[in-house]
């Protein structure tokens, strides 16, 4: 069985020439960007469906943002 691990992932790359290590780095950079994107949207999603549903209520921002620091 191969088993990927980081490290192989990790000697492999290591082997492609400078500018394909460059290209892998910008795709993976992108990847996780888009990634976050979307899963931003359906939390952001989410809690418009909770808000709408009645299981958040409004609050000023002054509130939140003391609850925050609070919660430091």
Request: net charge positive; hydrophobic share 45%.
């Amino acid at each position: 069985m191969n088993t990927l691990t980081l490290d192989r992932v990790l000697t492999d790359a290591e082997h492609l020439p400078s500018d394909e290590q460059e290209i892998l780095e910008d795709l993976l950079r992108k990847r996780r960007i888009e990634a976050w994107r979307a899963e931003t949207a359906t939390e952001a999603k989410n809690a418009a469906a909770a808000f709408r549903s009645g299981k958040l209520k409004a609050q000023s921002a002054e509130s939140v943002i003391a609850r925050l620091r609070a919660a430091k």
